[in-house]
């Protein structure tokens, strides 16, 4: 059964069948339709051109190869941001650039003006993460805080907590540790 000329007015759950059923060109059009948007989010996130291009080839990928695991009833702009955010938490926790990829995770969050389907999704890990540096020792929360949301340097938190540079530099290691250890529990606890 061919697809007709018009594919491109298809909804997603009407492309989605089709590519249940093998049809290159329904996904060709569904993957132009929504690649974009995927790699904005991914690139927000990983802040690397080829980490996220990957991320979203991957993510693609999944779609082709898992089509029937799609539910076309489904929102399906939601499963795809759900499961890329799932494929980069994965990464995240792994990587040992975790801080770079919170602050990343952070400041996207505070740049968006309207509240989107992907900041929706994305919130919940914010909020999350959070509640896990809610619950660092107290010196060690000053010194994540005062160099994540006030970017100061080491000397200047050393000044203003009235401490040296060497317990600055480990209380900002300690944290990273604890929040990696707990990053990896919240997301096993995210993937479905």
């Known amino acids: 059964m061919g697809i007709s000329q018009n594919i491109d007015t298809y909804s997603d759950k009407e492309l989605i069948l089709h590519i249940q059923r093998g049809d290159q060109h329904a996904f060709t059009v569904f993957y132009e339709r929504h690649s974009t948007n995927m790699y904005l989010a991914a690139y927000h996130l990983l802040r690397d051109e080829d980490e996220a291009n990957d991320a979203v080839q991957e ?13 076309p009833s489904d929102n399906i702009k939601g499963y795809l941001y759900t499961v890329l955010r799932n ?12 801080d770079k990829y919170i602050d990343s995770y952070l400041n996207y969050e505070a740049q ?7 900041t929706v999704l994305l919130r919940d890990l914010e909020q ?3 509640k896990k540096i809610n619950q660092l020792p107290p010196k060690m ?4 805080e005062l160099a994540w949301k006030k970017n100061l340097s080491n000397k200047e938190i050393a000044e203003h907590m009235d401490i040296s ?9 300690q944290a990273i540790r604890i929040l ?6 919240l997301v096993s606890i995210f993937i479905f």
Do not use: P
């Open 165 to 173: 540079e060497g317990t600055v530099k480990q209380h900002k290691y």
């Open 59 to 71: 993510l693609f990928s999944d779609v082709w190869q898992r089509a029937n695991r799609i539910d």
């Open 180 to 185: 990696r250890g707990k990053l990896q529990r």
């Open 112 to 118: 968006v003006n309207t509240v989107t389907e992907d």
């Open 87 to 98: 494929r980069i938490l994965s990464f995240m926790s792994r990587s040992k650039q975790l």
């Open 141 to 144: 929360r000053e010194v994540h």
């Open 128 to 130: 999350l993460l959070e």
